[in-house]
């Protein structure tokens, strides 16, 4: 009999809180007070290893009973206080006789698999550049290297969608797995740079497959009133990986080599791979979808305003990559503090997609959270450029972090609201092409146009400004033009 995941989390519980005692009470002391560091060296190796466990454990629980939230954020809070961990464990076992197991959702692999693929583009961001001059490129084709994956991107990303719609979601899911885990593993091969530009041209044409593919899945399979928490949750996904993705990559490349994270980065993919095999039936679109003219791909007022949110999502994503560590390195601060505030931007959107205030995403129309976000976001941005001290600094990334907490799942739900099941894949491969061109649009242009520090955090708020008042004139123009309709109806 399997055991239950209450108890699988009350175990490790026990041996995480254990290991905490005996590494603050016996192995620190040892280290200081009688010259021992190996003692704190093996127990932190050892709490670390079950610290990891337990996390796991914890998702499974939460996949598995889907209790509360707030019990797993819970859960994670006691590892941190000495002897939290078995106050919590006594709680856990009046608990569990009332908690029934439930079977695993198909749509937490299809999740996995999402986290996969931009833990895979995060992962890169830190090690990518300082790798290819290690293989001999120069700074300028390093810059090549790196832009490479998000251009080739672009690509898979129209072909997926295009092929979604005829073939079927699950069919491209596992060619765009297969194709990125090989990626992967080829930087082993990697000695030069012309053999690092071929297998960076072969890895972001083959991711380029899987987030179309996964995300029509999604929007396929969700009820029509939880588009909008459901992009939500999608898009913690999408935040845990920008979060843990760099750290982990940043982390590993200290001790190994980086052809060697980014095979341990194909081996999770690989996992993901067996995962939908043998869980996720493959299920084509039918003849009879795919040749109604109904359902052909029509670009609309919904469907544009959707892929332009997606364009200035990431238009402000590159900018703020560019030009938060040089304003944080003006103000005199370590460079170390870029990655913490970005960080923090990421948890704000990650716990907003996560918690109750997910269900907003379903009761107001998406138009008004894209109008929400874009201009929260223009805000941050000056406001960034504008702050000098560490508080203000923090304060505007998480204000950023509501913004894109509020732009991300409106942009998702606009497109779904936008196509029918048998072009919503053709819809999220332009979707995600405007994705990649975005990101490195930001950057591109503000290093032509020689834009730093406030002057250029200015010029993307206004850019993000000019895009509200676009979105509020045909928010208009598509409110005047129902009314019209009707009436016309009704006449």
Not at 485 to 490: H, L
Request: charged share 10%; aromatic share 14%; glycine share 8%.
């Amino acid at each position: 009999m399997a055991i239950h995941p209450i108890r699988f989390l009350r175990i490790m519980g026990v041996l995480d809180g254990l290991s905490l005692i005996t590494l603050l009470f016996i192995a620190m002391p040892l280290k200081y007070f009688a010259n021992m560091p190996i003692f704190v060296t093996i127990n932190g190796s050892l709490h670390g290893g079950i610290f990891v466990l337990y996390i796991i454990a914890i998702a499974l629980v939460q996949i598995r009973i889907r209790w509360n939230l707030i019990w797993s954020i819970s859960a994670v809070a006691v590892a941190f206080i000495p002897f939290g961990n078995f106050i919590f464990e006594l709680k856990l076992k009046k608990m569990q006789p009332q908690l029934q197991v439930k079977p695993i959702p198909k749509k937490w692999l299809v999740y996995a698999i999402i986290f996969f693929s931009f833990f895979d583009l995060f992962v890169q961001l830190p090690v990518m550049s300082t790798y290819a001059l290690s293989v001999g490129a120069t700074t300028f084709i390093a810059g090549i290297v790196v832009g490479m994956y998000s251009f080739m991107n672009t690509f898979g990303n129209i072909l997926s969608g295009v092929f979604t719609d005829k073939i079927g979601a699950s069919k491209i899911l596992i060619f765009g797995l297969c194709m990125s885990i090989l990626s992967l593993l080829a930087y082993q091969l990697v000695d030069d740079t012309t053999t690092l530009l071929i297998v960076r041209c072969i890895h972001g044409f083959s991711s380029g497959f899987i987030t179309p593919a996964a995300f029509t899945l999604l929007a396929n399979t969700t009820e029509k009133s939880k588009q909008g928490s459901g992009s939500a949750i999608v898009g913690s996904f999408v935040g845990i990986a920008a979060i843990v993705g760099p750290a982990t990559s940043g982390i590993l490349a200290s001790k190994i080599s980086v052809p060697n994270v980014l095979s341990l980065v194909a081996l999770y993919g690989l996992l993901s791979l067996i995962g939908m095999i043998i869980f996720l039936r493959i299920t084509p679109l039918s003849k009879k979808s795919a040749a109604n003219k109904k359902d052909e791909f029509k670009w609309n007022n919904g469907l544009m305003k959707a892929y332009g949110g997606a364009f200035f999502l990431m238009f402000s994503q590159g900018v703020l990559a560019y030009l938060l560590p040089m304003h944080v390195e003006d103000l005199g601060y370590s460079s170390r503090m870029s990655g913490t505030l970005l960080s923090v931007f990421g948890i704000v959107a990650v716990l907003m997609f996560l918690l109750p205030t997910n269900r907003i995403f379903d009761y107001i129309n998406s138009s008004y959270t894209l109008l929400i976000g874009v201009t929260v976001l223009g805000i941050s941005q000056v406001i960034i450029g504008q702050s000098t001290t560490t508080l203000s600094l923090y304060a505007a990334l998480a204000f950023y972090g509501v913004g894109f907490a509020f732009f991300f799942p409106a942009i998702n739900t606009m497109l779904i609201e936008s196509t029918t099941k048998a072009t919503r894949g053709k819809a999220y491969g332009y979707f995600y092409a405007f994705f990649s061109m975005g990101v490195v649009a930001g950057s591109f242009l503000l290093g032509t146009l020689d834009l730093t520090g406030t002057l250029g955090f200015w010029f993307t708020g206004l850019v993000l400004f000019s895009f509200s008042a676009v979105i509020i004139v045909s928010t208009i123009r598509s409110k005047q033009d129902s009314i019209a309709w009707r009436k016309k109806v009704n006449d």
